[in-house]
């Protein structure tokens, strides 16, 4: 798979990661963030991380704000 390719997965994740199960979101944002290493994507990875940090500790509004972010960086990649 090509990069943009990638990038369209990773964009779609992120968009669907506001359904489903706290574990079911947890695991998407696990993805992305392995993802973007993968991709050589070490500072978005880590924004991935802290994201998925936030929901871990139940801060819904930091772990919104930290998809959206992801959502903004990661179209620029294209």
Not at 19 to 45: F, N, P, R, T
Not at 71 to 76: A, D, E, R, V, W
């Given at each position: 798979m090509n990069d943009?390719?990638?990038?369209?997965v990773l964009l779609a994740t992120?968009?669907?990661?506001?359904?489903?199960s706290l574990d079911?979101?947890?695991?998407k944002m696990g993805q992305v963030q392995v993802d973007l290493e993968?991709?050589?994507q070490q500072e978005l990875a880590g924004a991935a991380?802290?994201?998925l940090g936030a929901l871990r500790?139940?801060?819904v509004t930091?772990?919104?704000?930290?998809?959206?972010?992801?959502q903004s960086k990661i179209g620029h990649l294209r």
């Amino acid at each position: 798979m090509n990069d943009t390719a990638r990038i369209d997965v990773l964009l779609a994740t992120l968009n669907s990661a506001d359904v489903g199960s706290l574990d079911a979101i947890a695991k998407k944002m696990g993805q992305v963030q392995v993802d973007l290493e993968s991709l050589g994507q070490q500072e978005l990875a880590g924004a991935a991380g802290e994201a998925l940090g936030a929901l871990r500790r139940g801060d819904v509004t930091e772990f919104r704000r930290g998809r959206a972010f992801l959502q903004s960086k990661i179209g620029h990649l294209r």
